[in-house]
């Protein structure tokens, strides 16, 4: 809020959703970024749970979705995860609650994602992402928006409002 970069806390309701809109919208990797070492190891238990656990028999539709979850440990990291499971650089497209230079309409960019351009959706938790990270991408979506100014969503909510404004 003052400015700072923060890191925030990866929350288990947060891999949970995000997971499941993933699967449901056809995604093929759900990338979770954090440098923090207790933070990913909390995901890696997480993630173990639903995929080799006691979670992966008991619920196997979680299964299904958590076998889209990789862990990162920078942004960079992503990125190259990304491009390697793409065979190509990946298009970076970050997401605000404010306007951000460099933007591009959601039609334009479901077109994109049509066309087969491969696309790396950046969301990002507590007060937004970095500066330096909206700065390496391509391009940025509109805030979302509803019928009153407050659009301080969590970001489970907006990714599946993103994804389905450009997936559904």
């Not at 891999?15 to 499941?20: E, S, Y």
């Not at 306007?99 to 049509?114: A, D, G, M, N, P």
């Not at 507590?126 to 390496?136: H, I, W």
Request: proline share 4%.
């Amino acid at each position: 809020r003052d400015g700072s970069i923060i890191g925030s806390a990866v929350t288990n309701l947060d891999i949970h959703d995000i997971a499941r809109t993933a699967r449901t919208y056809g995604i093929g990797t759900f990338y979770i970024v954090t440098p923090y070492q207790d933070q990913q190891n909390l995901v890696r238990e997480i993630i173990g749970h639903w995929q080799t656990g006691h979670g992966s028999t008991y619920n196997p539709a979680r299964k299904e979705a958590f076998e889209l979850v990789e862990l990162a440990s920078s942004f960079e990291a992503m990125t190259e995860l990304a491009a390697e499971k793409r065979r190509r650089k990946p298009t970076l497209v970050t997401t605000s609650a404010n306007v951000q230079e460099r933007t591009l309409s959601y039609e334009s960019s479901k077109t994109r994602i049509e066309e087969g351009e491969a696309t790396v959706l950046v969301f990002g938790t507590a007060c937004g992402l970095a500066p330096e990270l909206t700065l390496q991408a391509e391009y940025s979506l509109p805030p979302l928006g509803g019928v009153t100014q407050y659009n301080h969503l969590s970001v489970r909510a907006a990714v599946a409002i993103t994804c389905d404004r450009l997936l559904g």
